[in-house]
């Protein structure tokens, strides 16, 4: 079994090219044990703490009032989860497996400065052919989060806007806040904010569906790989034809961005891809990212936010 099963397969492949490790038809481990040998342990250890916790939606939770005082900081709060007996003193920065029950529980935690980084797991169900017949299976469903401290108080939500309320309600009563919760999501993903968020990380705009006052309803443009339709003359030719007819090409529902970005300590290149929609303000990586990336498109969010809060109370993520 592999040591260090967070990193994807394509990033560990990438990372084994780079040092002449052949990866063609080998198996993780396989890869990993010739990676060790060659004295890389250190970066394989990096590699698996930076996807450790999943990300694939990104939004950040503010609550009204400041955080109990057996949560109000990292410490405080990693005792209170011994305490109340959630987590054992030894899983402290490490990552486990428990039983798996329809109950969210905690899987793996690690203390940052002043973030904590927690992934959840919960048992769910699927139901596949086999023969004639349907079997019905269990999983492991991980999402994560990671709860700041200081000096603004942010939780950091990694889950889909259809879980969000699920997944605040359960660490907002662990955090020892009494219902009803109040909280705020942030920022609104207007399309100004959108194409903001874009410019601050350099992205380019691979997708783009917009919504037209017609009996057509909406376009949706995709763009060859590498290209920036931003940039593109005959995506602007096209949109200018549009807009003879009496159309307007602004009112952009969703957008798919790309970047890269080369990792410093490995020169493994990840290519960052993110959808933005607009309609229902979320955003969403369409690809697993280390750890460094989402940190730096969160930095980004909240410069994006600049203070202008939308009021989303539990009853508007509920209706989601």
Same mark, same amino acid.
């Given at each position: 079994m592999a040591k260090f099963n967070n990193i994807p397969k394509k990033y560990l492949n990438q990372f084994a090219k780079l040092n002449k490790v052949t990866s063609r038809s080998k198996f993780p481990e396989e890869i990993e044990e010739e990676l060790? &040998?060659? %004295?890389?342990?250190?970066?394989?250890?990096?590699?698996?703490? &930076?996807?450790?916790?999943?990300?694939?939606? #990104?939004?950040?939770? &503010? +609550?009204?009032?400041?955080?109990p005082e057996k949560s109000e900081t990292p410490e405080k709060f990693i005792s209170t989860l011994v305490n109340e007996g959630?987590?054992?003193?030894? =899983?402290?920065?490490?990552?486990? =497996?428990?039983?798996?029950?329809? &109950?969210?529980?905690?899987?793996?935690?690690?203390?940052? %400065?002043?973030? !904590?980084?927690?992934?959840?797991?919960?048992?769910? +169900?699927?139901?596949r052919k086999s023969g004639y017949n349907s079997i019905t299976t269990s999983y492991a469903f991980l999402t994560s989060m990671v709860i700041h401290f200081g000096p603004e108080e942010l939780i950091e939500l990694r889950c889909s806007p259809k879980d969000a309320k699920k997944y605040i309600e359960y660490i907002l009563k662990v955090m020892g806040f009494a219902a009803p919760y109040k909280f705020f999501m942030v920022p609104k993903l207007t399309r100004a904010a959108a194409d903001e968020l874009c410019a601050l990380l350099s992205a380019g705009v691979a997708s783009k569906q917009i919504s037209l006052p017609s009996t057509v309803g909406s376009l949706k443009f995709n763009a060859k790989k590498s290209i920036n339709l931003d940039n593109d003359k005959e995506f602007k030719s096209i949109t200018a034809a549009i807009e003879e007819l009496g159309l307007p090409t602004d009112d952009t529902m969703d957008i798919q961005c790309f970047y890269s970005y080369t990792d410093q300590k490995t020169n493994i290149v990840v290519e960052v891809k993110f959808e933005v929609n607009i309609k229902s303000s979320?955003?969403?990586?369409?690809?697993?990212?280390?750890?460094?990336?989402?940190?730096?498109?969160?930095?980004? #969010?909240?410069? !994006?936010?600049? %203070?202008n809060v939308l009021t989303t109370t539990e009853e508007q993520v509920k209706q989601a």
């Amino acid at each position: 079994m592999a040591k260090f099963n967070n990193i994807p397969k394509k990033y560990l492949n990438q990372f084994a090219k780079l040092n002449k490790v052949t990866s063609r038809s080998k198996f993780p481990e396989e890869i990993e044990e010739e990676l060790i &040998q060659k %004295g890389k342990e250190e970066e394989l250890i990096y590699l698996n703490e &930076q996807f450790k916790f999943p990300t694939n939606y #990104l939004s950040i939770c &503010q +609550v009204e009032s400041n955080f109990p005082e057996k949560s109000e900081t990292p410490e405080k709060f990693i005792s209170t989860l011994v305490n109340e007996g959630i987590i054992l003193n030894s =899983q402290i920065n490490t990552e486990w =497996q428990p039983p798996l029950t329809p &109950q969210i529980k905690i899987c793996a935690i690690r203390h940052e %400065g002043s973030s !904590v980084y927690i992934k959840l797991v919960e048992e769910r +169900v699927t139901t596949r052919k086999s023969g004639y017949n349907s079997i019905t299976t269990s999983y492991a469903f991980l999402t994560s989060m990671v709860i700041h401290f200081g000096p603004e108080e942010l939780i950091e939500l990694r889950c889909s806007p259809k879980d969000a309320k699920k997944y605040i309600e359960y660490i907002l009563k662990v955090m020892g806040f009494a219902a009803p919760y109040k909280f705020f999501m942030v920022p609104k993903l207007t399309r100004a904010a959108a194409d903001e968020l874009c410019a601050l990380l350099s992205a380019g705009v691979a997708s783009k569906q917009i919504s037209l006052p017609s009996t057509v309803g909406s376009l949706k443009f995709n763009a060859k790989k590498s290209i920036n339709l931003d940039n593109d003359k005959e995506f602007k030719s096209i949109t200018a034809a549009i807009e003879e007819l009496g159309l307007p090409t602004d009112d952009t529902m969703d957008i798919q961005c790309f970047y890269s970005y080369t990792d410093q300590k490995t020169n493994i290149v990840v290519e960052v891809k993110f959808e933005v929609n607009i309609k229902s303000s979320y955003f969403k990586f369409t690809a697993a990212v280390p750890e460094v990336v989402v940190d730096h498109v969160l930095d980004t #969010l909240v410069i !994006v936010n600049n %203070g202008n809060v939308l009021t989303t109370t539990e009853e508007q993520v509920k209706q989601a």
